[in-house]
């Protein structure tokens, strides 16, 4: 039995946090499985951004706990039940913040929904605030063509439409947690070029719904 069998919340993230990298314990370990036993709503602020950074330490050594080990809708969930303070505190941090942007968006490819986009070609770029690219944001080009979506750090095509969101609440709106119609009048989304094409965008992706 490993040591953090049968631990939940705090407990597990302490435990986390003591595992070394290379250790039999921590090859031994699912990712689900730790994922499964957390609830956001039962840890402290700075939990989640500890759980995260944990996850990240260990995965240099034991690619297992890499985030794309973790099933979508178990991710989902973390995200979802995160609060706004939970979240601001992983997205404070500079690599933590990276690490949970680029799981997003290379998720984006397996989510596309073929039926509804397999005759549309758009170009989106999102810029994140609070980054350190150029005009203080984090860039990302997601072009869905025939049904597939893919992704980009470089802005190489003339976009349909330009959103500008905060990263929190980027990962409200893919969790199902806020709706662009809700973000847009209350100011925390921006959008330049096809505001229909803009409100209809999450429709194009069968994202994972949080339990």
Known sequence: MTEIAGLTGRALVDALDRIEPDSAEAHSLDVN?????????????????????????????APAFDLRKVDPARFANLVARASRTQLES?????????RVLREIFDRMGAHIRQDR???????????????????????????????????SRDMKEKPK?????????FFRLITH?????????????KVKGDLAFAAGLIGFFDLPKPS
Do not use: M
Request: aromatic fraction near 4%; proline fraction near 4%; include cysteine.
């Open 117 to 151: 986009a397999k005759t549309l070609h758009a170009v989106v770029h999102w810029r994140l605030s609070g980054g350190d690219g150029d005009g203080g944001y984090d860039r990302y080009e997601t072009v869905i063509s025939h049904g597939e979506c893919t992704v």
């Open 33 to 61: 499985e730790v994922a499964g036993a957390i609830d956001p709503k039962d840890l402290g602020k700075d939990d989640v951004r500890r759980l995260l950074a944990a996850l990240g330490r260990l995965a240099e050594s």
């Open 161 to 169: 439409v330009t959103i500008t969101i905060a990263p929190v609440d």
């Open 177 to 189: 947690q806020a709706t662009p119609a809700v973000l847009f009048v209350t100011g925390k989304i």
């Open 90 to 98: 992983v997205v404070a941090e500079r690599p933590l913040r990276e």
